[in-house]
């Protein structure tokens, strides 16, 4: 049974960071619907979900994912590039110990946010832009027995902000805003921004935004079965499906 981290937001929501669009107001109310849909349908998925304690004070830290990389037996917690959010990582470092991992702290000037870590397999691709810099990069190389390769992000926030990978090891994409998709072994363009967000369910689902229709068709026609939830009040800060959880092992 797979198992995932989640934050639930809140009440500062609405002030989170914005960087590379436009401040639309956020529908409190619909946001916390959104976020238990969300919640849901990993139950629905056959997974397990495990609360990381919430933290007020703190606009984003519902965007667990941030806070940490999970690799093999090893939690890397880590120091936000938005000095606003370095509050979040405490409670969920004491959470995912609790799981039994082994954790290891990035330090300054290192930064990273989890967001910026892809991994496919024994590769793991680190986006090196506004939120994660060469210190963090290097640190997390040195913490795991994997491939690191540091790529671009200039155009979004996170790396992951503009490519996920399907379970064949494929990286999506929106293409405009991906900096070097020659980067990744495996590339293939998707026609919609939040069509390069995936969470691989399993083998052969993925949990994507409803805002990405024409490419949960193109999904379809490769097999695989899209499972759709709305968090348009999450895309309004900048957040996808991918960010609103830590996946831990099995």
């Known amino acids: 049974m ?15 960071l914005v960087t590379h669009i436009e401040r639309t ?3 409190l109310g619909l946001a916390f619907e959104q976020w238990q849909s969300y919640v849901d349908a990993l ?52 959470t995912v110990a609790a799981q039994g991992y082994r954790l290891v702290s990035i330090t300054a000037p290192g930064t ?17 832009g506004g939120r994660t810099n060469a210190e963090g990069i290097r640190q997390l190389r040195a913490a795991l027995e994997a491939d690191v390769r540091a790529v671009p992000v200039k155009k979004v926030l996170h790396l992951k902000s503009a490519v996920t990978a399907l379970p064949d090891g494929t990286v999506v994409g929106y293409e405009p805003l991906v900096d070097d998709a020659g980067a990744f072994d495996r590339f293939m363009g998707v026609p919609e921004e939040a069509g390069a967000h995936v969470v691989l369910l399993d083998d052969g689902r993925l949990l994507m935004a409803a805002s990405a229709p ?32 830590v996946r831990l092992r099995g």
């Open 214 to 245: 024409k490419s949960a068709e193109l999904f379809s026609g490769l097999g695989y079965e899209p499972v759709l939830v709305d968090i348009s009040e999450f895309e309004k800060l900048e957040g996808c499906v991918t960010c609103l959880s």
């Open 25 to 27: 107001p956020v529908d």
């Open 112 to 128: 990273l946010d989890g967001g910026d870590v892809l991994k496919i397999g024994s590769t793991i691709y680190v986006g090196e």
């Open 2 to 16: 797979q198992t995932a981290l989640i934050r639930r937001p809140g009440p500062r929501l609405a002030d989170g």
């Open 43 to 94: 139950h629905g998925a056959a997974w397990t979900t495990i609360e990381v304690p919430p933290i007020d004070e703190c606009p984003d830290s519902v965007f667990v994912e941030d806070t940490m990389v999970v690799y093999g037996d090893v939690a890397v917690i880590a120091r936000a590039g938005a000095e606003e959010r370095r509050a979040e990582a405490a409670g969920a470092a004491e």
